[in-house]
């Protein structure tokens, strides 16, 4: 997740405020059967709401 503080102090936004954030992500696997690992590739978006 988003470091608060950072973002607070860089952005200079009063409470309430939102930030997104889109990026790739990666996961391992396990294939079934020859027990192989694989890396799976996918994007990813993430949307926060910072309120009091």
Known sequence: FVNFNNVLNSSRKKLPFGIAQ???SFRNEI???NFTFRTREFEQMEI???VT
């Open 22 to 24: 889109i990026g790739k």
């Open 31 to 33: 294939t079934p059967g």
């Open 48 to 50: 926060e709401f910072f």
